[in-house]
Every structure is written in structure tokens, then in C-alpha cells.
């Protein structure tokens, strides 16, 4: 596998709006795009930083994943994000490592990316997600 670029870094808020105003008006950094990604009761958004990105994610729902990690974590870094030529075989490749992995098959995530994340326990605490955008 080879990893090519820190493709964006997830963080959890409560609101959304709220905190891309923080990026626009304190940062200078401008949102290009929200959307909502049904299945994972998210609204989320991509702010380009130079060649990577800062995806906002807000929950939809009380029962979805990051209302349950800003439950219990609080708000803040929730994923890192690395981009691979080829998710199927990063995939493979992690499992025949012994990796332990939330997603077995690559799912379609945010801005048309096929994502797939790597389970906490196997990574020291950090929720890794395996990205491929064409
Ligand atoms: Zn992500």
C-alpha cells in the first residue's frame, strides 16, 4: 500500500455553522462544499488547508456515531484521514496484517470518496480512515 498525502483531518462539532464561521473569519479558510452522508447521520463539511483538508462533521441525529463520540469525548479531533491509490488492496493488505478494521469493504463517504476506517483499538487510540477519491 502506499499512502500518498494526510488526505483530511475529521473533526467533531455541534454545530456546524458555528464552526465554519471560526474557520472563515478567524482563519481565512473557506468552506467549498457541505453535504449530508445519510447513512453515517452526518452533515459535514470540506475546507481545503493548502494540499489536505479539515472535514467539520456535525450529527443529524442523537443516535448517530459522532453524537455518541461528542458524548463521550467531547467535541475535537475524531479521525485522521490517509489517501491510497487503491483502497480494495490497502484493505487486503491491512487484513493480512492482522489489522482490525470497522469497514471490511470500502463505503461511499463524503465528496465521492470511497472510505474505510481502521478500528481505534489496532491504531493506538487514533480512528484512522483509508481514503481513495479518483
Ligand atoms: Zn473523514
Known amino acids: 500500500m502506499k499512502v500518498k498525502k494526510v488526505d483530511h ?3 467533531a462539532v455541534k454545530n456546524l455553522d458555528e464552526t465554519m464561521k471560526f474557520y472563515a473569519d478567524a482563519l481565512g479558510l ?5 453535504e449530508v452522508v ?10 481545503p488547508v493548502g494540499d ?9 441525529s442523537p443516535d448517530g456515531p459522532v453524537a ?3 458524548e463521550s469525548r467531547g467535541e475535537g479531533l475524531q479521525h485522521i484521514a490517509f489517501r491510497v491509490d487503491n483502497i480494495e488492496e490497502a484493505l487486503q ?6 489489522i482490525r478494521l470497522i469497514d471490511e469493504k470500502p463505503r461511499k463517504g463524503g ?3 470511497m472510505i474505510a476506517f481502521v478500528h481505534p483499538k489496532a491504531t493506538n487510540g487514533v480512528l484512522v480512515e483509508i481514503t481513495q477519491r479518483d
Not at 445519510?38 to 475546507?47: G, H, L, N, P, Y
Not at 489536505?52 to 443529524?60: F, G, K, M, R, W
Not at 493488505?93 to 492482522?98: I, P
Open 111 to 113: 465528496g465521492g470518496a
Open 30 to 34: 473557506k468552506t467549498v462544499a457541505t
Open 68 to 70: 455518541k463520540f461528542i
Open 52 to 60: 489536505s483538508e479539515v472535514e467539520l462533521i456535525e450529527s443529524t
Open 9 to 11: 483531518i475529521g473533526i
Open 38 to 47: 445519510e447513512d453515517q447521520k452526518v452533515r459535514i463539511a470540506f475546507i
Open 93 to 98: 493488505e491491512l487484513k493480512s496484517k492482522g
